[in-house]
C-alpha cells in the first residue's frame, strides 16, 4: 500500500473528497485510544533449515511471533507501515485499530516492537462501531493525502478516516458503492485494498465468480468501475498493496483439507489495471512447510535505507490458540 512520499498528489484526490463532503457532515470527536501489553519472539524463515535465507523472489529480513495478555488483540487483517518503517498500523477483524513502534537490528533487520496503542474503528455517526456484523474490517490503504480507506465484510462497505494525528481513531465518511459490491458473498466479499501511483483505488474480492475469475472494482475519484483478477489455481485474494514502479503486488491464500494452508505472492503489471481488464500476473514467491507462515492476510511495502523494496506481511490468527500473529519483513529481489 504506497504511501504520499512514492507519488505526486492527483487531482483525484480533490473530486473524491467533493464525493466525501456531500456524502456526509462534519467529523466527530476522535475515539480513546488504550496502551497495549505485547511480546513478540523471534522466528527464522525456516526452522528446520536455519540456512535459508530466501523464498522465490524474497529475502527474509526479520520475522516477530507477537502475543499480547489483552484479549482484543489478534484477527490482524490489514496492515500500513510508514515510510520510515518506524510505525505499524493495522485493523482487526473485531474493528479494533493498532499502532506499534518496530525496532531493526545494525543491518536494518525487524527485529522487535513495542509502545503499541489499541482502539475502537468508529462508525459514520461517529459512535464506536459494536453490531457483529458491522466488525469485520478486512483491508485497509491510505491514500496520498494522508487518510485511509478500510473495508469490510459481511456487511460490505468501504469507509474513509481523514487524515491527521488520530488517524484511525476518527470520525469516517462512508464511501460510494455499485450495487455490484453491496451484493457480494457476506464472508466473501472486499478483502484487499490499494491504492494505485495515480491515485485511483483498487478494491479486490476474495471468491471467484463465474468462470473461476475474481471481482475487483476501480474508483477514479468519481465513481466505480468494474474489472476481475484472474484466477490461478485455488488461491484467494487476502491483500494487496502497489510498489514504488507503480505494479500491484497482490497477497493470496490457499486452503484444502488434503493441501493445508498455502501462501503465494502475485506481482501484477501497473498497464494491465483498467477498466474492464482481466488481471494477470506472475509469481513472486509461494510458502509452504515448513516455512515460517500462518493464513497471511496484510501486506504493505516501503523503501528501505538503501533504496531496496522491503515487503511486509501480518498473519490474521482468527483469535484461535492453533494460530500465530506474525508480522514477517522481507526484500524484493529482482
Not at 89 to 99: G, K, R, S, V
Not at 142 to 155: K, M, P, T, Y
Not at 278 to 285: K, Q, R, S, T
Amino acid at each position: 500500500m504506497p504511501h504520499s512520499h512514492l507519488r505526486p498528489r492527483h487531482p483525484i484526490l480533490a473530486r473524491t473528497a467533493l464525493v466525501f463532503l456531500l456524502l456526509a457532515g462534519p467529523l466527530g470527536a476522535a475515539t480513546a485510544s488504550e496502551t497495549l501489553p505485547l511480546s513478540a519472539i523471534g522466528r527464522g524463515l525456516n526452522a528446520e533449515n536455519r540456512t535459508q535465507k530466501s523464498v522465490g523472489r524474497l529475502l527474509w529480513r526479520g520475522g516477530l511471533e507477537i502475543s499480547s495478555s489483552d484479549a482484543r488483540f489478534g484477527g490482524l487483517s490489514g496492515l500500513l507501515i510508514s515510510p520510515d518503517g518506524q510505525t505499524m498500523t493495522a485493523i482487526t477483524d473485531h474493528a479494533h485499530w493498532l499502532t506499534a513502534r518496530l525496532n531493526y537490528d545494525d543491518m536494518g533487520n525487524l527485529s522487535g516492537i513495542g509502545d503499541a496503542q489499541i482502539g475502537r474503528l468508529s462508525g459514520p455517526t461517529g459512535a464506536p462501531l459494536s453490531r457483529k456484523k458491522n466488525l469485520d474490517s478486512e483491508s485497509l490503504t491510505r491514500l496520498a493525502d494522508g487518510s485511509i480507506w478500510v473495508g469490510f465484510e459481511r456487511q460490505n462497505r468501504i469507509l474513509h478516516y481523514p487524515s491527521g494525528p488520530q488517524g484511525l481513531a476518527n470520525r469516517p465518511r462512508p464511501v460510494p458503492q455499485l450495487p455490484a459490491m453491496r451484493k457480494l458473498l457476506t464472508n466473501d466479499s472486499l478483502e484487499a485494498l490499494a491504492t494505485l501511483s495515480d491515485g485511483r483505488v483498487l478494491a479486490i474480492s476474495e471468491s471467484p465468480v463465474e468462470g473461476g475469475e475474481t471481482n475487483a472494482f476501480l474508483w477514479d475519484g468519481q465513481a466505480w468501475a468494474e474489472l476481475r483478477l484472474a484466477r490461478h489455481g485455488q488461491f484467494k485474494p487476502t491483500g494487496a498493496t502497489v510498489l514504488p514502479d507503480g505494479n500491484l503486488l497482490v497477497l493470496e491464500r490457499r486452503f484444502s483439507a488434503l493441501g493445508g494452508l498455502a501462501i503465494r505472492l502475485r506481482l501484477v503489471d501497473a498497464g494491465e489495471i483498467a477498466p474492464g481488464a482481466l488481471l494477470g500476473g506472475e509469481e513472486v514467491a509461494v510458502f509452504r512447510p515448513p516455512l515460517t507462515y500462518d493464513n497471511m492476510e496484510g501486506i504493505d511495502v516501503r523503501r528501505g535505507r538503501d533504496g531496496e523494496i522491503l515487503i511486509y506481511l501480518v498473519a490474521d490468527d482468527n483469535f484461535s490458540l492453533l494460530q500465530r500473529t506474525l508480522l514477517l519483513m522481507f526484500e524484493l529481489m529482482p
